[in-house]
């Protein structure tokens, strides 16, 4: 028996709800995890007009590969990109730009806190920062898991924003001088706004390639 489109995907309320509650917790255990292991997580997301700057250059050639996959819908993720229009279309399309932006910033702190905060600080602390960058980004990935391709993806985007949580002190340690403390918000950001982008980009494309009789089922 076929299913539907519209028994896979969300409702908004159901896709809120979910992201909210998804997010919350990671933050929570990113929490646990500082508190256990004598981590400072308020040390890590430090406010600045630069770090918000940094932020929102660094999500620049996330948005481009996107935007190049996205377009060039190859094969190997032809699936993916059918997978998260079915099941996010309808509700992302019927969001807005404001509750796209909500989603997309919460996903960004909830993620990068667990991720690149307490398990990579922590994992860093063991093994030292290259192998705790491929663990995480291993586990950020799997967070992810559509198919085999959207892992890979999304745990090279992780590495990239290791690299984004780590280009100040990668910079102190090149130039010999003191730039300040490690600052998590740029890859907050860049996180942040790459989700929402990407949310809108799902949402524009439901609507151009769905017929109006099933957005009418839909709403």
């Keep these: 028996m076929e299913v539907e489109e519209h028994d896979l995907s969300l409702s908004l309320r159901g896709l ?5 509650v998804t997010e919350v917790t990671l933050v929570l255990i990113a929490v646990c995890l500082s508190w256990v292991f004598g981590l400072k997580i308020g040390d890590w997301v430090v406010w600045s007009w630069w770090s918000v700057g940094g932020g929102i250059l660094a ?26 229009l079915t099941v996010l279309g309808r509700p992302l399309s019927r969001a807005g730009w404001g ?15 667990l991720f690149r905060g307490a ?16 663990v995480v980004n291993l586990g950020f ?28 002190l990668l910079v102190s340690e090149i130039l010999g001088e003191d730039l300040g403390p490690r600052n998590l918000l740029p890859a907050v950001i860049a ?13 524009n494309t439901w609507k151009q390639t769905r017929s109006k009789d099933d957005q009418e089922i839909y709403k």
Excluded: K
């Design 141 to 168: 990935g799997m967070m992810h898991a559509i198919s085999v391709w959207y892992v890979l993806l999304a745990g090279l985007a992780g590495l990239y924003l290791t690299g984004v949580d780590q280009f100040w």
């Design 16 to 20: 809120i709800v979910w992201g909210m």
């Design 119 to 134: 398990m990579q600080t922590m994992l860093t602390g063991w093994w030292g920062l290259a192998w705790a960058a491929i």
């Design 59 to 84: 999500v620049l050639p996330m948005v481009g590969c996107f935007e190049w996959l996205w377009r060039w819908n190859p094969p190997t993720l032809r699936h993916d990109r059918e997978v998260l």
């Design 191 to 203: 996180h942040g706004v790459y989700d929402f982008y990407a949310f809108l980009r799902v949402a």
């Design 99 to 113: 509750l796209s932006l909500l989603i997309g910033l919460t996903a960004g702190i909830g993620e990068e806190l």
